[in-house]
T-cell receptor
Framework: AQKITQTQPGMFVQEKEAVTLDCTYD???????LFWYKQPSSGEMIFLIY??????QNATEGRYSLNFQKARKSANLVISASQLGDSAMYFC??????????FGAGTTVTVRA | DSGVTQTPKHLITATGQRVTLRCSPR?????VYWYQQSLDQGLQFLIQ???????AKGNILERFSAQQFPDLHSELNLSSLELGDSALYFC????????????FGPGTRLTVT
């Protein structure tokens, strides 16, 4: 079965600095998609970024970029120029052709002023 | 605002009862997904519907059932509720199934007492 691992339960980052959130995945499928979601304390799940397994370029969305290293099976999220509003839980997720989205345990990010 | 709506926002009920959670997908989205988020199990995929048909099933208990109606809204029915069913239940929608961005609703927080 596919598995998503986020090894950092919590991180602190200074405002305006960049932070990298680690995510590794395990699948033998060639076709898959990787997602990052943000969950603030209010509880909603906010879609941030998506990377397909066949995409050659790393995905970017504003201050978010996904560092996709296929051979290492990693899909780290980089948040540049952190803001106080970035404080939240961040989830990495993977989807295979069976349409099921599997989530990691999440990483809590706290941005300090 | 993701465009996905869920009602009710909060639900408190007793063990043994039955509840129905409702979800309206974003305009134009054909696929609806249900997820459960609990402290001990994290985020788990329950079930997916695409244009009225069940497409994928995850860790959904037999006491739980779902359907998607012709107007594409979906309902998740939870019966014979147990304390352990207390969780945040999310609905998400996407244009298609599979590797497409899933946009989450605000969730329904279910408390079973």
């Amino acid at each position: 079965a596919q598995k998503i691992t986020q090894t950092q339960p919590g991180m602190f980052v200074q405002e305006k600095e960049a932070v990298t959130l680690d995510c590794t995945y395990d699948t033998s499928d060639q076709s898959y998609g990787l997602f990052w979601y943000k969950q603030p304390s209010s509880g909603e799940m906010i879609f941030l970024i998506y990377q397909g397994s066949y995409d050659e370029q790393n995905a970017t969305e504003g201050r978010y970029s996904l560092n996709f290293q296929k051979a290492r099976k990693s899909a780290n999220l980089v948040i540049s120029a952190s803001q106080l509003g970035d404080s939240a839980m961040y989830f990495c997720a993977m989807i295979l052709n069976d349409y099921k989205l599997s989530f990691g345990a999440g990483t809590t990010v706290t941005v300090r002023a | 605002d993701s465009g996905v709506t869920q009602t009710p926002k909060h639900l408190i009920t007793a063990t043994g009862q039955r509840v129905t959670l409702r979800c309206s997908p974003r305009s134009g989205d054909l696929s609806v997904y249900w997820y459960q988020q609990s402290l001990d199990q994290g985020l788990q995929f329950l079930i997916q519907y695409y244009n009225g048909e069940e497409r994928a099933k995850g860790n959904i208990l037999e006491r739980f059932s779902a359907q998607q109606f012709p107007d594409l809204h979906s309902e998740l029915n939870l019966s014979s509720l147990e304390l352990g069913d207390s969780a945040l239940y999310f609905c998400a929608s996407s244009v298609e199934g599979g590797a497409y961005e899933q946009y989450f609703g605000p969730g329904t927080r279910l408390t079973v007492t």
